[in-house]
């Protein structure tokens, strides 16, 4: 049986979506919980590798408090190299362009030159590289994302720019034929976006301000909205890359 493996770097950043199509797929899905301390598994050839985000970024990989970031390069270069389908999702996302020759640097306004986060729902620029990109099939326009990241990934030279968005360019991208890296987050339910903001409120205070939590609930219908869109964009990478 084909297997989902997750890596998860924090409680509130679950698969949630990713898990349920991938039920609905006939796949069998194995957590791993990094910050409970959860030995790190090395994927099998019959497996989809999926990385979930965290409040850490690329400058821990050397942190002692987040020993299985390292590990996590590691095991997406054995990845690589074995064919083994990866989908790494903001601080994953992030991980699968350094395993691959490219770095992170903070988010910069092009008008202040000042470090900036992108946070909120907002439209997702598809890029249509090539014509087997079938990760686009049956999605409606616009297409929305949450944004959750202060930081920019600079892609590595075997990479494909497949989204973007205005404030942020590198919004998703493909290394080879099965490897997708995605800086935007498609995977919420109603409940983890209410959860995300209010354990989370130091972050989007310094992002949006004192009114921050109060500019996020504003965009919870798109939370809901955006469900069946999101799906599709997860049944979609799900089944390309279970072709390898």
């Not at 690589?80 to 601080?91: A, E, H, M």
């Not at 498609?186 to 976006?193: A, R, V």
């Not at 903001?197 to 939590?213: A, N, T």
Request: aromatic residues 8%.
């Amino acid at each position: 049986m084909n297997r989902l493996l997750v890596i998860q770097q924090i409680e509130r950043e679950r698969p949630a979506l990713f898990s349920k199509v991938a039920s609905e797929l006939g796949l069998k899905i194995c957590t791993l919980r990094m910050y409970r301390g959860d030995p790190i598994v090395f994927p099998g050839k019959n497996d989809i590798l999926l990385i979930m985000g965290g409040p850490m970024g690329v400058a821990d990989i050397t942190n002692p408090l987040y020993p299985w970031l390292a590990e996590q390069v590691e095991i997406i270069k054995y990845a690589i190299i074995n064919n083994i389908p990866i989908i790494g999702v903001c601080l994953g996302a992030q991980l699968l362009a350094v395993a691959n020759g490219g770095k992170c640097e903070p988010l910069i306004d092009q008008i202040s030159k000042t470090p900036i986060k992108e946070l909120g729902w907002s439209t997702i620029d598809f890029i249509n590289s090539s014509p087997e990109e079938s990760i686009f099939s049956k999605l409606s326009f616009p297409f929305y994302g949450l944004h959750w990241h202060g930081d920019r990934i600079i892609l590595p030279k075997n990479s494909i720019l497949l989204g973007s968005t205005p404030i942020c360019n590198e919004q998703m991208f493909r290394v080879g034929k099965f490897a997708y890296g995605i800086q935007f987050h498609i995977e919420l339910e109603q409940n983890d976006f209410d959860r995300w903001i209010k354990e989370d409120y130091e972050f989007v205070k310094s992002g949006l301000g004192p009114m921050g939590e109060e500019i996020l609930k504003k965009q919870k219908d798109i939370c809901l909205k955006s469900k069946s869109n999101r799906i599709q964009l997860i049944q979609n990478l799900i089944k390309v890359v279970l072709t390898r």
